[in-house]
């Protein structure tokens, strides 16, 4: 499974950006699909995920901001983040987790950077 993530890149403060990860499978047959952002010096985070049932969560920094969602049709879910802060800098990695049976329980996507600058 290959996940193909895009759409970094630079901001202003107050701005917007959406990423995208698209998948070389049907995301059918995908448990869970993920954006985690990771700046240097601090561990991976989930900032948005989104469940093969479309129930989403989302880190309580980017409520309200940043929305996630997915299009089956194109096996691609985005990341849609408005009001942009500099806090929100960082590397932004896509994860599948894969539903029972799958053989391979996660697969992550290259990261992609975004900049928001203030």
């Known amino acids: 499974v290959q996940l193909q993530a895009s759409g970094g890149g630079f901001a202003q403060a107050g701005g917007f950006l959406r990423l995208a990860c698209a998948a070389s499978i049907s995301i059918s047959r995908i448990n869970l699909m993920g954006w985690y952002r990771q700046v240097p010096g601090k561990q991976r985070e989930l900032v948005a995920g989104i469940s093969s049932s479309g129930s989403t969560n989302f880190l309580d920094s980017v409520k309200g901001r940043f929305t996630i969602s997915r299009d089956d049709a194109k096996n691609t879910v985005y990341l849609q983040m408005n009001s942009l802060k500099p806090e929100d800098t960082g590397v932004y990695y896509c994860?599948?987790?894969?539903?029972?049976?799958?053989?391979?329980?996660?697969?992550w996507g290259q990261g992609t950077l975004v900049t928001v600058s203030s």
């Open positions: 994860r599948a987790v894969m539903l029972p049976g799958f053989p391979g329980v996660e697969y």
